[in-house]
């Protein structure tokens, strides 16, 4: 068994030293990083020699979701097929670790999230995005606001002593970024906007 490590920085005049520091101090024998590499590609060149070294019992390591996952599906799939091989996957700063049952049920609540997010794009294509409340500039709320679904998800993450970090990282938006502390204090607690402004401040 092995521990594999991967780091990505998303252009070239950033430096992915911090992060392979971490994955060597994680226990990695070997590190595979790209430079310059959007999450956004569909290719990686040191991801895909990360992929083909992985054996069953080995581990992968990344540092957080974003480096290794372009949205919730891309992760979803990635864990299935690490699954199917074997393979158990570790992120440092989300505490996500597929070797633990915390960590493989918080897989699950993302797979749910995800299931939920592709029949609510069919909802939408459906049916339009011209509904009442529209107009009236109601569609979508704020960037963040969470679905009745992706409520749940945060409670049940929340109630497994999940941070509130690693809950809003379960919610990324189109560009990776994880939902705000504030959205996941106001899932969780339903507060006001002043308190959860004050939360946040203090957090």
């Known amino acids: 068994m092995a521990k594999i490590g991967y780091a990505r920085v998303s252009t070239d005049d950033q430096h992915p030293e911090i992060q392979e520091e971490r994955l060597k101090a994680a226990g990695c024998t070997r590190i595979f ?24 019992g ?12 372009r949205s919730v599906k891309h992760l979803i799939d990635l864990r299935e097929e690490l699954e199917r091989r074997g393979v ?11 070797r633990t049952p915390m960590g493989r049920m918080l897989f699950t609540i ?14 939408r294509t459906r049916d339009g995005l ?16 969470l679905t009745p679904d992706q409520v ?12 509130i970090a690693s809950i809003g990282a379960m919610f990324p938006d189109a560009n990776g970024k994880p939902a705000s502390r504030q ?11 002043k308190s959860v402004h004050d939360l946040a401040k203090d957090a």
């Open 33 to 56: 990083t790209d430079h310059g590499a959007s999450g956004a590609k569909a290719s990686r060149p040191q991801w895909d020699k990360c992929l083909e070294r992985l054996e069953s």
């Open 58 to 69: 080995d581990v992968l390591v990344a540092i957080k979701l974003d480096r290794i996952g």
């Open 183 to 193: 959205t996941v204090y106001r899932a969780l607690g339903m507060l006001s906007d």
């Open 88 to 98: 158990d996957l570790l992120l440092l700063d989300q505490g996500i670790d597929t």
């Open 110 to 123: 993302l797979a749910a999230v995800a299931e939920f997010e592709r029949e609510l794009i069919a909802e």
């Open 130 to 145: 011209n509904r009442p409340g529209a107009a009236r500039g109601r569609q979508g709320g704020r960037k963040h606001r």
């Open 152 to 163: 749940e998800a945060a409670k049940r993450a929340r109630e497994a002593n999940q941070s």
